[in-house]
């Protein structure tokens, strides 16, 4: 792999000229086209009356696909554009002419539905068993069944319109406000203004006193900021209830648990076996509080790392390491890494401007993929990285297929980036040269599963008890605060001295109107992760072909179909789930064999 990297992307060879690029305005007002035509082709039309009387249906089905596959191009640009730089304006704008394109696409869409779901059984099933059908006949199918617990075309077009300036409007504000802030940090007698993406990295650092500080501003910048934060939040959440109510939903759970293709069955014993497995968790938090020496850890103490894990990570060495790492389970996965790093797909310079956080979004047209992130050389940071490349990887083995055919759900995404996360980090515990280097990286890998049992347990139990609160009225900051550090108590088993009452602020995910309760898919797709890396273990390089197939399937079928075929297992059953959080304790419990000595 040629060396030095480097850290920002190449946006150009996509759209040259970036938020003033005339090509991707040429390109939207041509996806705004293929819109009004499926519009026009949707006026009239009427479902197949036999499996021959497809002409139609195929037509309009071409048109979703292609007028998907802009649509993707679209928001993927203008989200790269915006995450660069949050004061790109024109960035936002565009992204509101998208979105706005986006919702009469959807509007068409429920016209569209009702064709399949006033398409006879009998005469479906024939249709779906023929091509160009059949490639895509589990996401049509989905639809189809879907439509039928919907309000009239009507009344959701008319609800996808009321979004764009109402429901997506408050998660916009929210994303601009929070690109305005700046908190001061000190270091080296220097004192510098962060972003909130430089600041989040900050609470991280092994120094107590520095972590404690930054904690503090942290936490009275999301104070400072929390009347308007509580607004969006509470608008958000009865924007939703509202459109739940006029669907005859009974749960706030049951669309995103639809959008994830999964059974409560499954969701409800997941987080069962989580929760009666803590125990041994909590006792890995009480050590590493005795290894920093702290009577208890604060949540800031949480992710500090232990010993070296201090030392910086090079942005070269970083990729190397990764590369290496994924080559031990498969070639191609490495090579396409080696591929993303040279490609200069990846944005991972420290600077101001940039949003927070992570993550990876495709270009259908060019089959590329571009990561985001902010990398200031952490073994988290190397984490981060490894999860997006899984991220990339998932998009790259399903090049080929029907777009339809690639619309995966969140859990399953997850699944992927968390695979290649772990091989990464077990890897590197396994090659450790000493105990105490095995240590550092040790707390790191368990510190993923305090993440994806604790925090996004507290998380889902947080969402979970607001929607309840708020189907009852506005419900107030300090309201919000209590809400909060109960979730994170019950979570957390009550370990933490101190909690992070405004999380809830802080926690960009909560403000997602592309994807409610953004968080459960995180854990599911660790512990399913984990099932297939057991595999990956036992069989070697020769896994490598079928792990690739299972990530085509994640768009053509149930998660637990997908789990049944090609893991052979029953997700709604204790074992599997068992078994996945048995590799975790078996982590907790090697941490405190090595460092039983290194405590009174």
Known sequence: MNTPLKQTWDLESIFPGGSSSPEFLAFVDGAEADVAVFRQSLDGASAPTSSEDTEVLQKLTDLVQSIQVKLHESYAFVGCLSAQNQNDKKAIQLEGKVRTIAADYLSGMTFFDQLLKNTSDDVWNAIVEKEPFKSVAYPLSERRELAKEMLSPEMESLINELAIDGYHGWSDLYDTTVSQFRIPYEEDGKVEELSAGQAFNKLNVADYEARQAMMKKWEDKWSDNADFCAEALNHLAGF??????????????????????????????????????????VKFLNRKAQLLGLEKLSWVDVGAPLGDASQKISYDDGAKLIVEQFRNFSPKMADFAVKAFESAWIEAEDRGGKRPGGFCTGFPVEQETRIFMTYSGTTDNVGTLAHELGHSYHQYVMEGMPPLAHNYAMNVAETASTFAEMIVNDALVKNAATDEEKIVLLEGKIGNSISFFMNIHARFIFETNFYAERSKGIVSVERLNELMVDAQKAAYKDALSEYHPHFWAAKLHFYSTGVPFYNFPYTFGYLFSAGIYARAVEEGIAFEDKYAALLR????????????????????KP??????VDMAIADVEYFLELTADKVK
């Open 553 to 572: 399937d994640t768009g053509s079928m149930t998660t637990e179909q997908l789990a049944e075929k090609h893991l052979g297992v029953d997700l709604t």
């Open 575 to 580: 074992d599997f789930w068992q078994a996945a």
């Open 240 to 281: 939703r209830l509202k459109v739940y109510k006029q669907r005859g939903w009974d749960t706030v759970h049951k669309e995103p648990l639809d959008i994830n293709r999964l059974k409560k069955e499954t969701l409800d014993i997941m987080w069962e076996v989580i929760d009666r497995n803590k125990d041994v968790f």
